[in-house]
C-alpha cells in the first residue's frame, strides 16, 4: 500500500512540473513569429550599415527604414568615413616623410583608398539624404552635413600636389570621370541633334497634312507647324535627359512657377497672343494681303503671335500689335479676287462731255488688264466748282489694280491733250467795285 501511495506521489510531482515548464500554443506562435522578425531587421541593418554595398542596392534597401534606423546608419556610415579618412591620413605622413623607396607603392595605396572612400562617402551621403526625406531633425542632421563639408576641405589641405595632380588625371582618364563625362556630352550633343532632325521631320509632316485643308489659313498651319516643331523637340530633349539620368521633374515645377510668373509679367502680349490666335483661326486677313488697320497699310510680310509685320509700298516695315489689329477695323483689300478701279477726271465746262466719254470707253476697251465683265463704268457723276467730273470705273483683277489705275491716268491725259480735250484747274474771278473818294 505504502508503495502505491509513493508511486502516485511522484505522478504526481511530474504532472505538476510539466505543467509549470507548458507554455500556451497561441504564446509559442507569437514567438515563432516574433523572432524570424527581428531577427530579420538586424539583419537589414546589418546589411545597410555593411560598408561593401553597392549604391544602388544601398537605396534600395534604405526605403523602409525609419527616421530612428537611419540615425543609427548614419552614423555607421561616418565611422566608415571616419576610418577610410584615418588611413588616408597616415599615408600622407608617409608621403610628407620622404621615404622615396616607398613613395610609389604609398600613391597606389593612396589611389585605391581614395577610390574606396570616394564610394564610402558617396554611400554616406545617400544615407543622409533619405534621412532628410524622412522628416530628420534639423539639429541632428547638421552635424553630419558639417562633417561631410569639412572633410571635403580637409582632404584638399592635407594632400600634396603630386596626390592631387595625380587623382585630377585618374578622374580625367577614367570613365566614371572626365572619360565619362565627355562621352556623355558627347552623347547629349547627338541626341540634341538626332531630336532636330526629328523635329523637323515631324514639322514637314505636319505641314504636309496641313496643306490639305483648304480652310486653314497661312499664318495657322505656319503657326501649328512652328508649335509642334518645338514640342517635339523639347519633348525630345526632356526624355535623353531622363535616359541620361538627369531628374526632370523638377524641370516641370520650374516651368510651372516661370508660367505663373510670366503669367502676371506679360498681361499684354497674352492679349496680343489670344488676338494672334483669333486672327490665324477666323482669318480676316492671310500673309501677301494688302490691308489697311490701325492707320497703317501695306502687304503683310509675316505674322507672329504677338505681332503682325506689314510692308509699304516703299518698302517700309511696320510692326503692328496682334491686339490693336484685332481690336480695330481690318479693310482686307486683296480679300476678292476682282477689283473695281475708282478714277475721276475733271474737265473743262466748255468741252464735250460725252466726246471725252467716248475717250475713256476706248482706253478701257483697249487696255488688257481690265476685264470685260463686270462691264466698266463711265459717266458724268459731277458739276464741281471748277469741272465737269466723268467718273470713270472699270474693274480688274486685284493684283493688277495699282497698274490699271496707272495706266489709264496716263494715258487718259495724253489723248484728253491730243483731243483738246482741257483739264481745268481751280480758278477765281476777282471782281473790283470802286469807292467813291478813294484815292486810285
Known amino acids: 500500500m505504502a508503495r502505491y501511495i509513493y508511486g502516485l506521489v511522484i505522478l504526481l510531482f511530474a504532472a505538476a512540473v510539466s505543467t509549470s515548464n507548458a507554455v500556451p500554443a497561441y504564446a509559442q506562435n507569437a514567438a515563432t513569429e516574433q523572432e524570424p522578425a527581428a531577427v530579420q531587421q538586424e539583419d537589414l541593418l546589418t546589411e545597410v550599415a555593411d560598408k561593401s554595398i553597392s ?7 534604405l526605403v523602409p527604414l525609419t527616421t530612428d534606423e537611419l540615425s543609427e546608419i548614419a552614423v555607421a556610415w561616418q565611422d566608415h568615413v571616419r576610418n577610410q579618412l584615418e588611413e588616408i591620413a597616415r599615408i600622407n605622413l608617409s608621403l610628407q616623410a620622404g621615404n622615396e623607396a616607398q613613395e610609389d607603392d604609398l600613391r597606389s595605396q593612396l589611389s585605391l583608398i581614395n577610390d574606396t572612400g570616394t564610394v564610402i562617402l558617396d554611400n554616406y551621403t545617400l544615407v543622409l539624404n533619405e534621412w532628410a526625406l524622412k522628416g530628420a531633425a534639423e539639429e541632428d542632421l547638421k552635424p553630419h552635413t558639417d562633417y561631410v563639408l569639412a572633410l571635403k576641405t580637409g582632404v584638399l589641405k592635407t594632400t600634396d600636389l603630386q596626390t592631387l595632380f595625380h587623382n585630377a ?33 515631324v514639322r514637314r509632316l505636319s505641314e504636309r497634312g496641313l496643306e490639305k485643308i483648304p480652310t486653314i489659313s497661312r499664318m495657322l498651319k505656319k503657326f501649328i507647324a512652328t508649335a509642334v516643331f518645338w514640342a517635339v523637340f523639347i519633348l525630345g530633349i526632356l526624355v535623353v535627359l531622363a535616359l541620361f539620368g538627369v531628374n526632370v521633374t523638377p524641370l516641370f515645377a520650374i516651368f510651372g512657377g516661370l508660367s505663373f510668373i510670366l503669367g502676371f509679367a506679360l498681361q499684354e502680349t497674352l492679349g496680343n497672343l489670344a488676338s494672334g490666335l483669333m486672327i490665324m483661326v477666323l482669318k480676316p486677313f492671310d500673309t501677301g494681303d494688302y490691308i489697311q488697320v490701325g492707320g497703317s497699310s501695306g502687304f503683310v510680310d509675316e505674322m507672329s503671335v504677338v505681332s503682325t509685320k506689314i510692308r509699304t509700298f516703299d518698302n517700309q516695315i511696320i510692326i503692328v500689335p496682334n491686339s490693336k489689329i484685332w481690336g480695330d477695323v481690318i479693310t482686307n483689300v486683296s480679300a476678292s479676287d476682282e477689283r473695281r478701279v475708282d478714277l475721276v477726271f475733271g474737265i473743262a465746262y466748255s468741252d464735250n462731255a460725252a466726246h471725252a466719254i467716248n475717250v475713256l470707253k476706248e482706253l478701257v476697251g483697249r487696255h488688257e488688264l481690265c476685264l470685260k465683265s463686270p462691264d ?8 464741281g466748282d471748277n469741272s465737269v467730273n466723268i467718273f470713270c470705273r472699270p474693274w480688274s483683277k486685284s493684283d493688277d489694280y495699282w497698274t490699271v489705275y496707272w495706266d489709264l491716268t496716263g494715258q487718259a491725259k495724253e489723248r484728253f491733250d491730243q483731243e483738246g480735250i482741257s483739264i481745268p484747274f481751280p480758278q477765281r474771278d476777282v471782281h473790283l467795285i470802286p469807292v467813291e473818294g478813294a484815292k486810285t
Open 376 to 383: 466698266p463704268e463711265i459717266f458724268v457723276g459731277e458739276l
Open 55 to 61: 549604391a544602388g542596392d544601398l537605396e534600395i534597401l
Open 169 to 201: 588625371l585618374q578622374w580625367l582618364v577614367s570613365w566614371e570621370g572626365g572619360a565619362g563625362l565627355l562621352l556623355a556630352g558627347l552623347g547629349v550633343l547627338a541626341a540634341v541633334w538626332v531630336m532636330m532632325f526629328v523635329a523637323k521631320v
